[in-house]
């Protein structure tokens, strides 16, 4: 949050006060949401799911209960999310390393198990949820951060 480099992955909605009014009158509840919607794959093949997908928009909406953002939810779950990352790395070093090897090698191992955890998905995410490259990216960017920080910690603190 301290840094802005996250600040352009976020648009507002053209006519947004519209499309809220729409989504609202429509009772939409929080969950993630695809449009337009196919039950099931035969039915995106049919004429009509093929001109609805021609007439646009395309595309996939999380949307959150109403309400300010928990922040103090999303910040005690991410913690609990850190400690599940450290904890599987912190296995994997303690399987492949033995008490009083090197602070590099502990770096490596652990950097790397939890660089992949912090960064992988959101790899899938521009795959399969057609988020922005440039999101994934600068989220990757986050997760090598935060896979070097728990490395960087695991070295130091290896008995």
């Known amino acids: 949050m301290g840094f802005k480099y996250h600040n352009s992955e976020y648009r507002q909605l053209p006519n947004e006060e519209a ?3 729409s989504m609202r ?3 939409i509840t929080p969950g993630f949401h695809a449009f337009p919607y196919a039950g099931a794959m035969k039915e995106m093949g049919t004429p009509e799911m093929l001109e609805k997908y021609s007439q646009g928009p395309v595309g996939t909406a999380n949307i959150n209960p109403s309400g300010p ?9 991410w913690f609990a999310y ?6 599987f790395a912190g296995y994997l070093a303690s399987r492949t390393l033995a008490p ?14 939890s660089s992949m955890a912090y960064s992988f998905a959101y790899i899938s995410d521009a795959i399969w949820k057609m ?13 090598l951060v935060y896979g070097l920080l728990t490395a960087g910690v695991f070295g130091w603190l290896w008995p």
């Open 100 to 113: 009083g090897t090197h602070y590099l090698q502990v770096f490596r191992v652990v950097g790397c198990a």
């Open 25 to 27: 009158s429509g009772k």
């Open 82 to 87: 850190s400690l599940l990352v450290g904890l």
């Open 19 to 21: 499309v809220l009014g």
């Open 131 to 143: 988020k922005p490259w440039s999101m994934a990216l600068k989220h990757v960017f986050d997760g």
């Open 69 to 77: 953002p928990a922040m103090g939810k999303a910040l005690s779950l």
